[in-house]
């Protein structure tokens, strides 16, 4: 699938994180605790090279507290990764990244030692509220809109520590259409690049594997439906969204269950787990080399009728 509703500042966030990356001693990646694996930068193993890093899973108070717990622990299997798990909007937690970023850098630890830390993640994670809490002051707009922050900027916390803020940086394209429903499904992007009610199907699907309860206790249901779209027509009818003719209005449907998941109000979910994820990676390189298996073969019969 191929994504390009990017905003341009986002390709080039790439590389600007590499030109900032010298006079950096840590990097810290704020994730959305509920999409830790799709709202991660595929690129920042690769970029950090040996550089502590710290992935702070904020939302914590919408996701999952099992999940997270195994999130934390699969994501610090790698060299240099240390994990907590926030909630940016109480401020809870908030003061612990300061504490860990010490920790990080040993040689650095007492408060004389100024720290550079590079602060990064895609809109809407939370980045700018963790930022707020962080300064004690209002630095970057947060908003409804993804992508506010346009531009890098060095916020010095006046405790040893200065953050460099980059913009939102999503990759240029999606392998994995997981990926992007994940994300939508989130809000992490916008919903008009989905389809609203495909959003709801690959949400109410989601639901139905693997959070059932939840959905039987919001919409009143005592048997859940095999599929997806009987799903959703069975919320539209228990919320009375219909439209001329008697039928159901899918696409009310599908803002319903979306805004009450985001809001968190089938309670506390996480969209993916490590093992879903090593699954779907698994399942998307059997895809690619089996796309280049076909194209070396179109290429073969092609040079072959030319006799070549
Ligand atoms: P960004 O810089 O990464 O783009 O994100 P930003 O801080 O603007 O936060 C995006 C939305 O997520 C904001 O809500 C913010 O309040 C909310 N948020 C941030 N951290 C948390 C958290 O830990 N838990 C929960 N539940 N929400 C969080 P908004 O609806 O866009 O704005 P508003 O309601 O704050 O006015």
Not at 6 to 32: F, N, Q, R, S, T
Not at 180 to 199: E, F, P, S, W
Not at 270 to 281: A, G, N, Q
Not at 291 to 301: C, D, F, H, I, T
């Amino acid at each position: 699938m191929q994504i390009q509703w990017y905003p341009g500042h986002m390709h080039k966030a790439g590389k600007e994180i590499k030109e900032a990356l010298p006079g950096i001693d840590l990097l810290i990646e704020v994730l959305d605790a509920r999409i830790p694996f799709s709202s991660a930068n595929p690129l920042l193993s690769e970029l950090r090279a040996d550089k502590p890093c710290i992935k702070i899973l904020n939302k914590a108070d919408l996701a999952d507290p099992a999940r997270t717990q195994q999130w934390q622990e699969y994501l610090e299997r790698e060299q240099g990764v240390k994990t907590l798990a926030t909630t940016a909007v109480h401020s809870e937690n908030v003061e612990q990244i300061i504490d860990l970023c010490r920790k990080l850098i040993p040689h650095k630890a007492e408060n004389t030692k100024v720290i550079h830390a590079l602060i990064m993640g895609i809109p809407n994670v939370g980045k700018s509220t963790i930022i707020n809490a962080l300064a004690g002051r209002t630095i970057a707009k947060t908003g409804n809109e993804p992508a506010v922050t346009k531009r890098q900027q060095r916020i010095d916390l006046h405790n040893g520590i200065i953050l460099c803020d980059t913009p939102g940086m999503l990759w240029p394209n999606l392998e994995n259409p997981n990926t992007g429903y994940r994300l939508a499904t989130t809000g992490a992007i916008k919903d008009t690049a989905l389809k609203h009610d495909d959003i709801a199907s690959f949400a109410g699907e989601f639901l139905l594997r693997d959070y059932p309860e939840s959905l039987k206790q919001r919409y009143q249901i005592d048997k859940l439906p095999e599929t997806d779209y009987e799903l959703l027509l069975l919320i539209g009818k228990k919320r009375g969204c219909l439209r001329g003719g008697g039928n159901i209005d899918i696409d009310k449907v599908a803002k319903i269950l979306l805004t009450e998941l985001r809001d968190g109000l089938l309670g506390r979910l996480t969209l993916e787990t490590p093992e879903d994820m090593e699954k779907e990676l698994i399942e998307l390189v059997a895809l690619q080399e089996k796309r280049e298996a076909k194209k070396a073969l179109r290429k073969n019969k092609w040079k072959a009728n030319r006799g070549t």
